[in-house]
């Protein structure tokens, strides 16, 4: 699986904007997808999570009720839509993808097996 996100940009506290991640492979579906961040000087972050089953979401506390993770089979494409967006969220971000032979938790980056280039989100105060 190879994976592309775009999206990022400059936005102002309390402005939105929306990822995407344009995956490759025929197996698109069985993979869960998942978005990290990663902010100068600190450790890649979970943000949001959806299983290839299906269910609810999983999302980082920072970004629950602001972050919505959604994903397009057809289009082998994953979106996180950020609202609400704040000075603390500016990192690079970058989508993931979890095959269903991996057990470990896809709160870590250990938990996803494939990742993409990331995309820069700043979001100015």
């Known amino acids: 699986v190879q994976l592309q996100a775009s999206g990022g940009g400059l936005v102002q506290a309390g402005g939105s904007l929306r990822l995407s991640c344009a995956a490759s492979?025929?197996?698109?579906?069985?993979?869960?997808m998942g978005w990290f961040r990663q902010a100068p000087g600190k450790e890649r972050e979970f943000v949001a999570y959806f299983s290839w089953t299906g269910g609810n979401p999983d999302y980082a506390d920072s970004v629950k009720g602001r972050f919505t993770i959604s994903r397009d089979n057809a289009k082998k494409t994953v979106y996180l839509q950020m609202n609400s967006l704040k000075p603390e969220d500016t990192a690079v971000y970058y989508c993931?993808?979890?095959?269903?032979?991996?057990?470990?938790?896809?709160?870590?980056?250990?938990?996803?097996?494939?990742w993409g280039k990331g995309t820069q989100v700043t979001v100015s105060s």
């Open positions: 993931a993808a979890r095959s269903p032979s991996n057990g470990g938790s896809y709160y870590y980056t250990s938990g996803m097996d494939y």
């Open positions: 492979g025929r197996t698109f579906s069985n993979y869960g």
